[in-house]
């Protein structure tokens, strides 16, 4: 850790620093800036374990020949400022202390924010500063509640980890004269943080018409492994609910014909009445 980097002391103050009397290269300024205080660094760096406060300091130059306002604040990170806004004289340099918290509960890895500076007239300078939070790192993830739908596959993928995970996923799935899809691994669109859960989907066009299938997507990340799988069965309900229709038709159909012939056939007198009533 840069020895301009220390954990938090003693009280906040601002510090104003003389220029010395500008040379005649440097007869027209170009204007007031911002930079950390200390050396030559181009950004601020701090490490430390969650729930540590560090301190640095910021300085804003003003070669000019007249006073400039600016206002401070810090982004991304969080950042308290000594003074949230300031008057630097001609042809100095105030300094202004800051520290930086490693935000407890946090997981393991970097973290990126900036100091920025504004004057009256819109103009913002800034100063990055990275962090870096101190802890084991382990990756690892989870998928959870697997679906098939109308629509496709969906899913959710959840973080289990102290590290941003960038997934990669595979999908499989094997039916009953075969397997019916098969995509090779590819990297998502997505970013997880650590604890975070994302839920996601997968197109499916060209699914089974009649089938049962078992569905397994494989997912990895910086080493993480996991799988879940979930089964469907295709049914063309659409179809059979036609055929059934058509079935129960046809058997309605069949069974008036039947009546009407019966009621038919009773009421037409056999020929052997006819012969016997003849005789008599």
Known sequence: MPSAV???????????????????????????????????????????????ALQDTVAVTNPGRTPVTVRLRGTGLPVVLARAALTVPARTRA????????????????RSGAIEARDGTGRTARVPVRLRIAGPRLAALTVEHLAVRPDGITYQLVNR??????????VRADGTFGRVLDRAPRPLPVRLAPGARRALSEPWHGRPFLDRVDVRLTVTAD?????????????????????AGLAATATVTFLVRRRARRTRESETPSREAELTGAVA
Do not use: C, I, K, Q
Request: glycine share 14%.
């Open 161 to 170: 980890g102290t590290t941003v995970l960038v997934p990669t996923l595979a």
């Open 223 to 243: 080493g993480a492994h996991a799988t879940a799988t979930t089964a469907a069965t295709f049914v063309p309900w659409g179809t059979l609910g036609a055929l």
């Open 6 to 52: 220390r954990a938090l002391g003693p009280p906040l103050l601002l510090m104003l620093t003389l220029l010395g009397t500008a040379s005649p290269a440097a007869a027209r300024p170009a204007g007031w800036s911002l930079a950390p205080a200390g050396g030559p660094r181009p950004s601020f760096y701090a490490e430390g374990v969650p729930g540590t």
């Open 95 to 110: 300094e202004v202390p800051f520290t930086v918290t490693a935000p407890s509960g946090s997981a393991p890895g970097d």
